[in-house]
């Protein structure tokens, strides 16, 4: 009852009720792409009144609103535009986490999204098997590792092996 308040004290001002209610059902109903659209245009109103005058019940439907579109987006299985929304409710309104997301914060966010990119870079568009290779010292240099990785696969090129190669990302060590 105190959601369904709030959602009317900040929703009727600016003239988003209908389209809220709209798309309540579509997310009801399964029309996940609909409600995408729908949510999308209500956040984007929602937050040019909150910077306009920020308040703790504007920002509180903010994510409430980040949270349903990011599940909205998990559903339809775009894990990459998920992974987006969090970020922007990051960058938007400051909060780390959603209500209801709570092993998703912008750290993992930003891992996953990485991961995506590298697949879609080894693979040219699909998903890879990603594999962190660590040292058990932990101090060999990266790069004598590298070079012979990179001297290893130019030789394997030139003797005409159809085996297929991985490309090797080096992971930036602290």
């Keep these: 009852m105190e959601r369904f308040f709030l959602y009317l004290w900040v929703l009727v001002p600016i003239r988003a009720l209908s389209r809220m209610v709209r798309a309540a059902t579509d997310w009801r109903v399964g029309h996940f792409p609909l409600a995408i659209v729908q949510i999308d245009s209500i956040i984007l109103q929602v937050l040019e009144s909150y910077n306009a005058k920020a308040t703790p019940s504007k920002r509180r439907v903010l994510i409430d609103l980040y949270t349903v579109l990011t599940r909205a987006y998990l559903h339809v299985g775009d894990i990459d535009k998920a992974m987006q929304i969090i970020l922007l409710a990051q960058k938007s309104i400051g909060v780390n986490r959603l209500t209801g997301l709570a092993d998703l914060d912008a750290k993992t966010a930003h891992l996953i999204r990485a991961g995506i990119a590298a697949g ?3 693979e040219g568009g699909g998903m890879a098997t990603m594999f962190v290779k660590t040292d058990k010292n932990g101090a060999a240099p990266i790069d ?15 003797k005409g092996s159809k085996e297929k190669v991985g490309q090797i990302i080096p992971f930036p060590l602290q």
Excluded at 144 to 158: A, V, Y
């Design 144 to 158: 004598s590792k590298l070079s012979k990785t990179q001297t290893d696969e130019k030789n394997d090129n030139k």
């Design 120 to 122: 879609r870079m080894l």
